[in-house]
């Protein structure tokens, strides 16, 4: 992560992150899978 902060590579990063959990949440949602929550870790500078 560090390195990926310094590149710039950060936020594409962390738009694919969030992209992706929020892709399986459906996933899960429509295998009827009982989950209703997830969690997930971004850097600290995506909330900044």
Do not use: Y
């Amino acid at each position: 992560m560090p390195v990926a902060e310094k590149i710039a590579l950060i936020s594409a990063i962390g738009e694919w992150v969030l992209k992706t959990a929020c892709q399986q949440f459906m996933e899960w949602k429509k295998a009827d899978v009982s989950i209703n929550h997830i969690a997930v870790n971004i850097s600290g500078s995506r909330v900044i």
